[in-house]
């Protein structure tokens, strides 16, 4: 059996973050990610040539950081790409290989959960097969629409992959049938707060304008309730949440998904010393949170195996404290401005009890 001072679930900015800072500082690390390439839920399957790059303006160059934060690591971080880690039992982890199904076991006294957060569906499920999508991936919708030329979409849900989703397939001149917003507009405090992070409000409003030059009808505080269609998607049935007579919208395609919930199957922090949880397996809050958490559950790890936690992360925790405080205002707004809406509750998967947590 392999032995290491941590292992790290998850090869996102929160755990890529949190492995360089712990083998600078001469720990043993062994990084493991079920996906193929470094990046989490910020990498694409395009690649950098993406036509549609300006939606997540930086998104590239931090991908390449996290990339080449691993290559300049080479020797001093174990890499376990296509790797997915099952069972923890007390400091071992069993580890299965996507790529031929064999199973190892690794030890160590810390556990870094940065597996990240995944995407709540509606509860008639996601169906490719059947036109039915995430919003998480619309890169893979593109392409089934290739193979169904002139098909409508309907773009539903409720967060910024709704919207950013919405802009990426404008963009990809696909026929969007209707974006469907079951939220309503944000109160005036709630705006206030938002415009605390101007960049990401900035952000939000290229994803609309995107949508609002296809002119893509936008019905807001409504929802998909139902799907109708034998084998393939005929069309949706929709509601206005506060009431009012459903309509009917004829498309091929739905990506429809209601935000997200932190992944976190193990326990939470502080349940035995040495597990520590970063980045959206702790509170979904994108790229900067997740780097910045990343980076104070190093400190947090290197604390618990006796070492010192050294200049350079000693110089980054308080950055990244200071930028965890200034996205709280923004947080906050979002969080109650995309809270799933109380007449759609029942139509969605039940939540895990406990799964979002405050920093
Ligand atoms: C399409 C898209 C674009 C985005 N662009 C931006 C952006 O421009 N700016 C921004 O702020 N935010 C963006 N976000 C959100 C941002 O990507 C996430 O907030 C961020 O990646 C969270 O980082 P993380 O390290 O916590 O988790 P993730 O990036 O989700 O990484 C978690 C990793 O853990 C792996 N994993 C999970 N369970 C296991 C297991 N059992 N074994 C092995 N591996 C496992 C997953 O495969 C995944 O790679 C985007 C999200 C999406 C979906």
Redesign the pocket.
Known sequence: METFDCIV????????TAAAYLADAGAGVLL????PAI??????RSGAEDDVAW?????FY?LGALHQAVAQRAGRIAYRPS????AIDGQDAT?RSLADDTVATASAPCLLV????REIPPAFGLDPGRGVHG????ESLVEAMRERPGARVVVAGLG??LW?TAAHLAASRVRLAAVIDAAGRPTTLQALALLRQPG?VA?GLGWRRAVWSSRAPILRDSAVTATEGTGRLAAVTVAALDGGEPRRIEAEFLAIGYGVQP?C?LAPRGVRPGLVI?????R???????VA??TLAAADVLRTLGRPVGPGLGAAIPAAEAELRALRPFLWALERWWSVPEALRPMLPDRQPGDQRDW
């Open positions: 679930i998850g090869a996102g900015p929160a755990g890529v493991v990610d079920e996906r990046g989490g839920a910020a990498s694409s939606l997540w303006p930086d998104r931090r790797h997915r880690v099952g580890i940065a597996t990240g957060a919003l998480s991936d619309p910024p992959l950013a990401m952000q992944l199957p970063a980045g959206d397996a702790e979904a809050a994108g790229f900067d949170a997740a958490t990343g």
